[in-house]
C-alpha cells in the first residue's frame, strides 16, 4: 500500500509517468495496492470512482498519452 506514485508505476512504461506526477504533485489522496494502466483506450472519465462491496475500490487517476 502506497500513495507514492513512483512506488506504484515503477514498471509502468506506457506514458510519461511525469504527466501523471503534474496532476498529483503531493502524491495520491489514498493508498493504493495494485494501479492498472491500459494502453489505447479513449476515455474521457465520466465514472471517477467506483465503490463497490463485491469488488472494492476503483478510482480514475486520468488519461495521457502513449510515450
Known amino acids: 500500500m502506497s500513495n507514492n506514485i513512483n512506488d506504484i ?3 509502468a512504461m506506457v506514458f510519461d509517468i511525469e504527466l501523471l506526477k503534474q496532476d498529483y504533485i ?7 495496492n495494485v494501479a492498472i494502466v491500459i494502453g489505447k483506450l479513449k ?3 465520466e465514472v471517477k ?3 463497490n462491496d463485491q469488488f472494492g475500490y476503483f478510482k480514475f487517476l486520468g ?3 502513449e510515450d
Open 9 to 11: 508505476f515503477s514498471d
Open 26 to 32: 503531493n502524491g495520491l489522496e489514498g493508498e493504493y
Open 43 to 45: 476515455y474521457e472519465g
Open 49 to 51: 470512482e467506483i465503490k
Open 63 to 65: 488519461a495521457y498519452p
